[in-house]
């Protein structure tokens, strides 16, 4: 398993876009995913294969990926939308998640 | 409808054992990888170990910060993974999720985890 680096925090006002950046060595070779956890409660899964949105959740949910770095943006932010966010990524060793980065909605 | 369910958690001294059992249901439990993922109070999610299905000859993989400490088995008669948690230290104290995946290939299954804390 390798290391795969977020922010901390990021705040943003209600309607605005929240952008949550994942930067990690493996990327260019290997899909990331995406978490959205709540307090008191598991993962949810919110993007797989980098920029894929599993069925249920909300289109402005949205990832892409350039090089080393991957990009969970979330438009049009709503209350309900802060939450620890993780990216994870895998390769045939094991597995990693980042640090996860607390989304605040101001 | 998937469902995932830990048990097994609990209190346990330093240098004491504990394992842990993963109740699953309503998807091919017996061609999935099945993986453990902890989370420490206020900190961020790690990946603890998985084991593949008996086609990928039930191969097993662990975290360094538990490799030779824990093992993961499973019994596909019964449905059911297990974390096998030995020379626990007070560094192991969170709460466990058995975790699967599902078509999109990411973790689209979690249980509701179980809380381990390891104290004197």
């Known amino acids: 398993s390798y290391e795969l680096t977020q922010p901390p925090s990021v705040s943003v006002s209600p309607g605005q876009t929240a952008r949550i950046t994942c930067s990690g060595d493996a990327l260019p070779k290997q899909y990331a995913y995406w978490y959205q956890q709540k307090p008191g409660q598991a993962p949810v899964l919110v993007i797989y294969k980098d920029s894929e949105r599993p069925s249920g959740i909300p289109e402005r949910f949205s990832g892409s990926s350039s090089g080393t770095t991957v990009t969970l943006t979330i438009s049009g932010v709503q209350a309900e939308d802060e939450a620890d966010y993780y990216c994870q990524s895998a390769d045939s060793s094991g597995t990693s998640f980042g640090g996860g980065t607390k989304l605040t909605v101001l | 409808e998937v469902q995932l369910v830990e048990s097994g958690g609990g209190l346990v001294q330093p240098g004491g054992s504990l394992k842990l059992s993963c109740a699953a249901s309503g998807f091919t439990f017996s061609g999935s990888a099945m993986h453990w993922v902890r989370q420490a109070s206020g900190k961020g999610l790690e990946w603890v170990g998985r084991?593949?299905?008996?086609?990928?000859?039930?191969?097993?993989a662990y975290a360094a910060s538990v490799k030779g400490r824990f093992t993961i088995s499973r019994d596909d008669s019964k449905n059911t993974a297990y974390l096998q948690m030995n020379s626990l230290k007070t560094e192991d104290t969170a709460v466990y999720y058995c975790?699967?995946?599902?078509?999109?290939?990411?973790?689209?299954?979690w249980g509701q985890g179980t809380l381990v804390t390891v104290s004197s």
């Open positions: 084991i593949r299905s008996k086609a990928n000859s039930y191969a097993t």
């Open positions: 975790t699967s995946r599902g078509n999109s290939e990411g973790f689209d299954y």
